[in-house]
């Protein structure tokens, strides 16, 4: 499908990314996975510096940050290259939960903080996590939240229990949503604190095995207990009581920016199913491509993923022209849609592959195990599907 | 989902084929299908004495012709609008098969034929049809094939048997693909001969029942029988044994002129669902968008038809700079994908209104049964689904 | 599959019905089903005089009652056969919404009514009909009903608005459903009537045309008024109030009933699917058979197809054993389960017929029109998978 | 579904492997599953004495060797009873590979091999595994095999290269298919011979990763080489040429075993995703189980869990009256219906545990992980679609 979605400055930089992950990324990462993040480590900070130094670091930075001032429908196809490698988005300093925060920062934090957390955040000296989802709550409904933050005199006093605290293990902060005002509406309970992670009551219970590995590093996904936690008030991110709106705006860049990553695994899931597809015999002369079947598995993929760029990219149109909230109906839509096809094109890849597909010997078994997740994280398909369908028929009176 | 299509000359024209779509032919068009042809004629005879009047008649015509000259983006846009009343296309002249004979003879026929056929044709005042599938053969191998046209000294003699000849009855002339060149390579057997239908040896057959209708006029398919017909040379249209040459540029924008329309056809059924949702009560207080399974339809009815138009406008936007031949692995994309979201979009249509869907109260049960074919007609997803995979697999060495 | 549910009896009887069914109805009811029903009407009923010379009539009836007395397993299977042909029902008497009439009748009509009216419909002398569904109410809310039956001395008035009345075009009666005591409980306020159809107030409004067709005689489905219809005392079925509980035990079996007939259905188009895929050739020596695709359609209908008979015909052991209230849970289940077989193979089978397939030149079309509805009558698929998943969830405590 | 497979037998022995299962297997195995194979294997040890202890052991053997001599039905039964714990099968000595080893050489070996090697392993006292997919070749096609075992004097030596040797690690042989007659038929070409894999020259490579696993002991799935390997002459199983015919022969049951365990993981996962429903709070009053999308899927699996018993069980009665060659399509059959109803089950699942569902608290994501094989190993499901159709084909003349 033709890219209309092209800009002058994207022609220029992109192949510069394409470059650098097909050769610095691609020969390494298979053998990266399957090592631990502390020998990973030190070998993905001097790809880092690569990056860097090719100026292709954080691109969605502002230009005086550092980065390329890219629009979300420019980053979106850079984020689509990157996605392309499991290391991509790490590398430029573009994973999440990073990017998050520091677009959340951006916006809300004091000076202090910024100068801080957000300055070495930004220039990837250290690393931060978010601390949103609690066990005992469904996360569809994100209201319902038991960690409190009692401000007591100069201080923040912060109790309670999270997980899925992706990257905590490493990381040099923690942004916690907790409940500040018990009695206020729904909306208006939560708050955003800082929190160090090497502050004493900070305990990282366990890397929490999923999908067979508890990983490590950046790559872990904790539970937290925060056990009568204290930081100073100027910790406080945002106003009091705005942890939801601020939540919102963090999730919606969010969700899209999956979007992109997901698209980027289609695209080497899908490559990688053509090349086996045109190379595996099954008999003298007869290759898996030349079987109608798999055939179907190519074209159908095709057509889906050029769908859902599409329709990603649009959707970053309307964010760089109207702005995320404008844009959340159709946030929810591509959350659901892509989602679902990325999973459809991991699956069909992994046939394709046969008995080669369910080993470690390809990436194909890593992100079906750890993308299983794309149709539950940051909302789940039905409540997605949900938003769209009562948005809609709002305009039909219900 | 944003337009990222839109122009400004379709700005100025779009609210006024919206508005008579849904004033000149929603209310009337339930009453049509349910009458014989000869009582509809005149009166969709005088609609489009409306439309011509309104200035809205054959748009995709150049501005000489009487048309607006548009793109096929623009006018893709325009004849999605057709599309969600069952007479639009008719009505403004953009039918098929008449728009595909219309943009063939204007490539390819004589001054003398376009004078007798195409100006009355692009005019409205006859119909015209397109002799191609054969009862006998495989339409996803076009290139078999037993109708012949014999050259006869100043005349070409046809004999064979065709069907799914559309709108054959009351036509004034039929293009017919035959075999001239037995001998030929495959691809350069055939031509295309214009017959006029009161020619001997013409034999409509039968307008075949499909669907539980014969139809009549406009509204029917026709089996067809030619009989030693014969011609003057003069009708050959194009170079003899070009036939097939021809036919592939007159399919490829045959099938975005389907899909276009049939993401009119989804986009109206879409709204019926949700009109039907928002209004059926189920008891007291409860109405049928208030379940989870119907929020689930509208939200995946949604993205798909969001997705759709994406791909066929980014199609159609390819066929504007780049010509169709470059757009012809787009368009078998389009072709399958649009076929297979408009069969679901109808389906979680009717199963939205229950009983009421499946009687001829709605227009959901004309669709339903009358765009089944829109899987197979124009080549079967099968055949488009190979096409798209074989030319992917080229690029990987097979 | 191997057949773990025949019986001695079976084995004796069966072929007899599939003889008939193929000498006596294959050949004509392509024919039939395009002319009009006073023309098939005396062909049908030569038919069936055959059919009861031979000694193949209502085979489920009682040995005294001139049927065969043949358990639910047995009566299953034989039913599969009528099946395959779109007479077959009719022509053994097994049609609904007669055999529905007949056992409800049978439990619970007088002797009068038996004598007067159960004895000729069972005879095949005259057709009844059974009026429930009403145009403003959802079907699935069955207690939902403007019906009303006053007892007024010794008569009772009836006043109300149905559609779905199957075959009451020249039927002689119709058992009413209509709310006798509007302030019970939701479940006991309504009995069932029985209405002549020669009743003064009795109106035939239309027969509602379905999927393009309003058809005629038994293959129709009627709108109906009741205006101050009065009908004796006598003619109320059953006991006061109970309407619901005998629409429940005459529902369950007329579920299982369609289960059957679908499953024939399904076995025909398989047939044609089958026979399709093994002759019509692409090219010289490839038949569509030889297509992976093709042929993994032929393996999942055989698998599915396989898979429905036995949920139906386990569920006809249960109703044998221990009723067919205590069978309630698995009726829903093959209800929704089998009907979904339903319209993948026969979408299946139209797709490798091409365009043949929506001809009517095959039965694929008029099946795949009608079967539609199997999704919607009977209680929608949404409904049974509720009361499924809502049984279940009974016993984990909800 | 009411139970139509049941005998008297079984109605007395079910219970007790039911209970063992639930009270000796479900407390330890997510516990288990984390640790490694050194520290799990005595612990399994020990339960398999209980179960020797209570009469439970491997219940397929016959009365004379210790088991209870069932039927292919009654084991079915058994089998998905243990198939509920992941540990059921290992438990009983019911596991594969070493019950398709069991089966073949209780037909096959001399009984010199029968006494050194098959009865130890009958007691459970030494593991075995079976070596034939090779990783150059497609495993769809069989008769592509590069190893070679040629007979010099008395010995026959060995050079190979395997992979996915199941639970090869810690076996005390393997039965490895090799090509002894390279200009043979190629259904002719292979034989099966046993190899201590103490012998020099077998090497185990690796195990190989899947899906985030290396795993270890029974757990693994080998990669291995064989070197210059000599057995003596008598390791040759059944006789030379026929290795094709016997694996056919262990192949068919080892099919219907995976199936019988497969429902056992739905079951299952069904009633865990029945407990999560009834449970899991989304607000005051309101679970997971009020949602209808939840509803549906509980529904749907109950039907297609309920399809998929039938189906093997049937398969199981034809192969205990007309063996399993008999069987050999219906086989084909429920391997590919089977395998894809547990990924839809357990993908439900899953979604219906949220982020808990790919964690490694519950057993789905063991399940979600190390099951995707299903729809590979044993032959594809693109392969057993293809026989199944091409079998069908055959009545239609093809």
Not at 106 to 126: C, R, T, V
Not at 133 to 144: R, Y
Not at 221 to 245: C, M, Q, T, Y
């Amino acid at each position: 499908m033709k890219n209309i979605f092209e800009t002058e400055r994207l022609r220029r930089i992109y192949p510069a990314y394409v470059d650098f992950v097909t050769k610095e990324l691609f020969p390494t990462e298979l053998h990266l996975l399957q090592d631990k993040w502390e020998n990973n480590e030190p070998i993905l900070r001097a790809k880092r510096e690569t990056a860097k130094e090719a100026g292709l670091w954080a691109p969605y930075l502002s230009e005086e940050e550092g980065g390329l001032g890219l629009s979300m429908v420019e980053f979106g196809q850079l984020s689509e290259v990157m996605g392309t490698s499991v290391l991509g988005h790490y590398v430029f300093n573009c994973q999440a939960p990073d990017i998050g925060n520091i677009e959340l920062m951006h916006m809300f934090a004091s000076e202090e903080l910024k100068e801080q957390y957000l300055k070495p955040l930004m220039n990837g000296d250290i690393r931060s996590c978010f601390g949103m989802t609690e066990p005992e709550f469904a996360g569809s409904n994100p209201v319902n939240m038991a960690t409190s933050a009692v401000f007591d005199g100069d201080e923040i006093v912060l109790n309670g229990h999270k997980w899925f605290t992706t990257a905590c293990d490493g990381a040099s902060f923690c942004i916690v949503m907790a409940v500040t005002d018990h009695d206020a509406s729904p909306y208006a309970r939560a708050s955003m604190i800082l929190v160090p992670t090497d502050n004493e009551g900070f305990e990282l219970v366990r890397n929490i095995p999923i999908m067979g590995e508890a990983g490590g590093g950046y790559f872990s996904h904790a539970e937290i207990r925060l056990n009568d936690v204290r930081v100073p008030k100027s910790n406080l991110i945002g106003n009091r009581g705005e942890g939801f709106k601020m939540a919102q705006m963090r999730l919606g860049p969010g969700r899209i920016h999956h979007c992109m990553r997901w698209i980027g695994i289609c695209e080497r899931a899908f490559d990688m199913m053509c090349e086996r597809a045109a190379n595996r015999e099954l008999r003298e002369g007869r290759v898996l491509g030349h079987q109608q079947t798999i055939q179907n598995w190519i074209a159908e993929s095709r057509a889906e993923i050029d769908a859902s760029r599409l329709m990603v990219l649009s959707t970053a149109k309307k964010i760089d022209e109207e702005g995320a909230k404008a844009a959340r109906i159709e946030i929810s839509t591509i959350k659901f849609y892509v989602a679902n096809v990325l999973m459809k094109v991991l699956d069909r890849a992994i046939q394709t592959h046969g008995a080669l597909g369910i080993t470690d010997d390809t990436l194909l078994s890593f992100w079906y195990r750890h993308e299983r997740g794309a149709r539950i994280y940051d909302g789940p398909d039905e409540v997605h599907k949900a938003s769209l369908a009562k948005a809609i028929l709002k305009n039909y009176g219900l």
